[in-house]
């Protein structure tokens, strides 16, 4: 088991930044992929960006790419997602999970989630 703890959240103006954590517990080590994942109202769950916790290997979604870094702290357990030059559509309910599989961006490989963090950003 692992349990996912997302801290970080919050209200931003447009063109502002937000750095998002998470906390990891339990069987980390069997963990092969990492993500961020958000939620709008009405619309479905989608991958953000994901890394793989051996290689660091990284991938993102389109509409972030350039403005959202993710990154990982394999000694402290926690994952980071660094988000610059925010929009209002990038408001959401961010969401960190865990895979044992190598899926990154593949929202089914993932097994375990964290409850959650608001990120709202104002026009």
Same mark, same amino acid.
């Given at each position: !088991?692992?349990?996912?703890?997302?801290? +970080?959240?919050?209200?931003?103006?447009? +063109? +502002?930044?937000?750095?998002?954590?998470?906390?990891?517990?339990?069987?980390?080590?069997?963990?092969?992929?990492?993500?961020? @994942?958000? !939620?709008?109202?009405?619309?479905?769950?989608?991958?953000?960006?994901?890394?793989?916790?051996?290689?660091?290997?990284?991938? &993102?979604? =389109?509409?972030?790419?350039?403005? @959202?870094?993710?990154?990982?702290?394999?000694?402290?357990?926690?994952? &980071?997602?660094?988000?610059?030059?925010?929009?209002?559509? =990038?408001?959401?309910?961010?969401?960190?999970?865990?895979?044992?599989?190598?899926?990154?961006?593949?929202?089914?490989?993932? =097994?375990?989630?964290?409850?959650?963090?608001?990120?709202?950003?104002?026009?």
């Amino acid at each position: !088991q692992v349990q996912l703890a997302e801290s +970080g959240g919050g209200l931003v103006q447009a +063109g +502002g930044s937000l750095r998002l954590s998470c906390a990891a517990s339990g069987r980390t080590y069997s963990m092969n992929s990492m993500g961020w @994942f958000r !939620q709008a109202p009405g619309k479905e769950r989608e991958a953000v960006a994901a890394i793989s916790r051996i290689t660091g290997a990284t991938d &993102y979604a =389109d509409s972030v790419k350039g403005r @959202f870094t993710i990154s990982r702290d394999n000694a402290k357990n926690t994952l &980071y997602l660094q988000m610059n030059r925010l929009e209002p559509e =990038d408001t959401a309910i961010y969401y960190c999970a865990a895979s044992p599989r190598h899926g990154l961006m593949l929202k089914s490989a993932y =097994d375990y989630w964290g409850q959650g963090t608001q990120v709202t950003v104002s026009s």
